[in-house]
């Protein structure tokens, strides 16, 4: 057995170790200032990859950031797949996505950033969190848990108001994140049709351990 990689598996590793490079730039840039405005070798700099480099992988800034937005709303949709594996209960799914996303606002301040900054534009998007939610709704419509509801309008609402707890935690940091993420948990299992008593202890029920 070859002791070492194929030349053509090793330049396609280093390939995506390129392309990986210039999206982690982009989504640095992103969660700092949220400006696009950077040269192409600045990011080449910053992602420490030559500047012809940037054109084997991306023909533009803009296919570049959209990248690095689509990359962080997938990571954001991949933590909560696995860290809320265990939860059956699809108004309890909803209350733990509110609290965990007020929390990562510190465990994760990069990626909420960039959600913050970028999230309004990607509320019915394909990839991220978007695609899960319509997932919870639908799988507490056709259970009875919720009632019955357009998708597109609960995901509206739903997205709006997580995208605001995001917003609050990061201007008002002062805030108890974990009392505002349940309060609004709460106020959207009642907009879905969970009762008001049952809405808050669902959205107080110990949380997964997220550390």
């Known amino acids: 057995m070859p002791t070492s ?6 330049f396609e590793r280093r390939r995506a170790e390129t392309r990986g490079a210039l999206i982690r730039a982009a989504r640095q840039i992103l969660a700092e200032t949220g400006e696009t405005g950077v040269s192409i070798q600045a990011i080449a700099e910053r992602a420490d990859v030559g500047f012809g480099s940037f054109y084997n992988h991306f023909d533009s800034k803009t296919e570049l950031f959209e990248a690095a937005v689509v990359d962080a ?3 954001f949709g991949r933590t909560f797949d696995e860290r809320l594996r265990g939860i059956d209960d699809p108004a309890e799914l909803v209350a733990a996505g509110f609290r965990y996303s007020a929390r990562m606002a510190d465990s994760h301040p990069e990626l909420m950033q960039i959600l913050r900054r970028r999230g309004l534009a990607r509320i019915h998007s394909d990839n991220g969190l978007a695609r899960r939610a319509l997932r919870d709704v639908a ?7 919720f009632t019955a509801v357009d998708p597109t309008a609960a995901l509206t609402a739903l997205g709006g108001t997580l995208l605001s707890l995001i917003e609050l935690r990061f201007a008002r940091p002062d805030l108890d994140g974990d009392e505002a993420s349940s309060a609004l948990a709460e106020l959207a299992l009642r907009m879905l049709g969970v009762p008001p008593a049952e809405a808050h202890e669902v959205a107080r029920r110990p949380l997964p351990d997220l550390t």
Do not use: F, I, Q, T
């Open 5 to 10: 990689a194929p030349p053509s598996n090793r």
């Open 73 to 75: 709303l997938e990571e």
């Open 139 to 145: 799988v507490g419509v056709d259970s009875g848990r």
